[in-house]
């Protein structure tokens, strides 16, 4: 039986309205601008860095980091990595005088505190990697140094790092540890300054990482030396707050705590943190 005609206008309007909201639902599914967080527009792929990222660096971080930056810039295309290596200490007094960073690096967790006392870090640091003294000698080793208690001997040109600086307060304990007092002819600001006096012969030895002595190759001989093995240093990162790349900051983070980045820490000789 043929329905009212009353009916059949119900009937009709509700159809009309499911099938209006059905083509909304349809659209809406397929005409998204945008991904969930941190993902490309439409697609579940993270999301790619870009710009410039601004990383500040402990010095015994150079070589790797560099390398890093660079496999990190094929990665992420319109990316650029820029440096700032130098003495952990130095580099948390730029932080703290405002200078601009997107990401700290230091080799020490005593100086990361001290960013983190001065709130220029956004965040937790991670610790990433770990590192051992070495003695690093002139090709041939002409001052016969075989032991950390040899680089007290009179005569011995000894460099070291200033105090304050990680290389520098590791080596004071080791001292400390072994009763051993050096009387160094300079102390650096950071541990590439000692390592290019040895470099350049201008010290009999000088106390820098394991792995600056790997990354130069012949330009220097090594003395490893069993107390380096009671102190090690661990080396935390961080997001810093005041860096004009946050984004760019954290992606890069992201990629030295990761797969990526321990492979190539590991290569360079750093211990896993």
Do not use: W
């Amino acid at each position: 039986m043929t329905p009212p005609v009353s009916r059949r206008v119900r009937l009709a309007t509700a159809g009309a309205v499911l099938a209006t909201v059905l083509l909304a639902v349809a659209g809406c599914a397929t005409a998204s601008p945008s991904g969930g967080p941190g993902t490309d527009a439409g697609t579940d792929t993270p999301a790619r860095a870009s710009g410039t990222i601004t990383v500040f660096a402990a010095a015994s971080l150079t070589k790797t980091f560099t390398e890093l930056g660079k496999d990190f810039e094929k990665a992420n295309p319109g990316s650029t990595v820029t440096f700032s290596f130098g003495g952990s200490s130095d580099l948390v007094s730029q932080l703290t005088a405002g200078a601009p960073a997107d990401v700290f690096a230091s080799a020490d967790e005593a100086n990361m505190k001290k960013a983190v006392a001065a709130k220029v870090v956004d965040g937790d640091p991670v610790d990433f990697a770990t590192n051992v003294l070495a003695i690093a000698v002139p090709p041939g080793n002409p001052a016969h140094i075989a032991s950390f208690a040899d680089l007290a001997r009179a005569g011995v040109k000894t460099v070291v790092c200033a105090p304050q600086v990680p290389c520098g307060a590791a080596t004071a304990k080791v001292e400390a540890s072994t009763g051993v007092t050096l009387k160094p002819v300079s102390q650096e600001s950071s541990v590439t300054d000692v390592l290019g006096k040895v470099i350049a012969g201008e010290a009999d030895a000088g106390i820098v990482y394991a792995t600056d002595v790997k990354g130069v190759g012949s330009k220097v001989g090594s003395v490893p030396f069993p107390e380096a093995n009671d102190v090690v240093n661990t080396y935390p990162i961080a997001a810093v707050g005041q860096g004009a790349n946050a984004a760019g900051g954290r992606a890069f983070l992201a990629y030295v705590t990761g797969p990526e980045g321990r492979a190539v820490l590991t290569a360079a000789g750093f211990g896993a943190p």
